[in-house]
């Protein structure tokens, strides 16, 4: 790969990196000024941590790799063409406001276990905001049109996002069997 496709990369990381941060903050501050010192996102999160123990770890990690999949594909397709880097920023910072939200909640709803309930789902969010920015960042450079694409290319791309969808794969797992297990220990605490 040559410098200035490294240095593409290189930008398009820092920039899709960012927007996924604006997004979780903006979920974060939307969650504080909207619904802040509502009593229903309590009772929905205790509605969510009743559910929980009764939750497939099965059907949690196929909802996750069904979304990976939706989150991949739109970003693959979206790569081919310039105005392309729109809708994958758009689903970047989406996926960031999803997660700042639901942060947030717990934390306000919960106290010192919200923050506990946060830091159970870092199993997962170690794969899949790795691989969201990572698959938003090479998508969005190969969109923009930076990125030399010959045969070899699309061969590598192909292998690329295969290796990226396995990670999100690795993420789901986490979510479903690991993140599951310790929110539930804790959910129960919380109620």
Do not use: W
Not at 4 to 21: D, M, P, Q
Not at 25 to 40: K, P, Q, R, T
Not at 128 to 139: E, F, R
């Amino acid at each position: 790969m040559g410098e200035e496709n490294y240095r593409s990369l290189k930008i398009s990381y820092i920039v899709f990196t960012a927007i996924a941060a604006l997004g979780a903050a903006f979920g974060a501050l939307y969650f504080v000024n909207i619904y802040s010192g509502s009593g229903e996102i309590k009772s929905y999160l205790d509605q969510f941590t009743a559910a929980l123990s009764g939750a497939s770890r099965t059907g949690i990690m196929l909802r996750q790799i069904k979304l990976s999949a939706v989150f991949t594909a739109i970003c693959v397709i979206c790569s081919f063409g310039k105005i392309g880097v729109i809708p994958i920023a758009a689903i970047t910072a989406r996926r960031g406001f999803i997660y700042g939200f639901s942060d947030a909640a717990l934390i306000a709803a919960y106290g010192r276990t919200g923050v506990l309930l946060v830091l159970s789902r870092l199993p997962e969010f170690v794969f899949i905001l790795a691989a969201v920015t990572v698959c938003s960042s090479v998508c969005g450079a190969v969109a923009t049109g930076r990125i030399e694409r010959n045969k070899k290319f699309i061969i590598c791309y192909l292998l690329f996002i295969a290796i990226i969808y396995a990670i999100f794969c690795i993420g789901a797992v986490c979510e479903g069997f690991i993140s599951t297990t310790f929110m539930k220990l804790l959910a129960s605490r919380a109620a």
